[in-house]
């Protein structure tokens, strides 16, 4: 089974990467980017896990070593690796 997890900054926490990608989509033209969220996108392969243990098991991973939950928000999804 595979999944993929998505960490980004919450909102309010300052963020320079964003902004820098921001700032020069705005001088290369691209004014209608009002702002931009970098995060980051992990994929793991977990092994004879039943869906509903592996949900149990990222939520632990990303609460103690793929997120710091003070300053980061994150999500994840179970992907079918049957359709390939």
Known sequence: MKARVYVTMK???LEPQG???ARSLGS?????VKGVRIGKV????LEDVTEERARKLLEEICQKLLANPV?????????DDRKG
């Open 19 to 21: 902004r820098a990608v």
């Open 42 to 45: 992990m994929d793991i392969e």
């Open 71 to 79: 300053i980061e928000d994150y999500t994840f999804e179970i992907i």
């Open 11 to 13: 909102k309010g926490v």
């Open 28 to 32: 290369l033209g691209y004014g209608e």
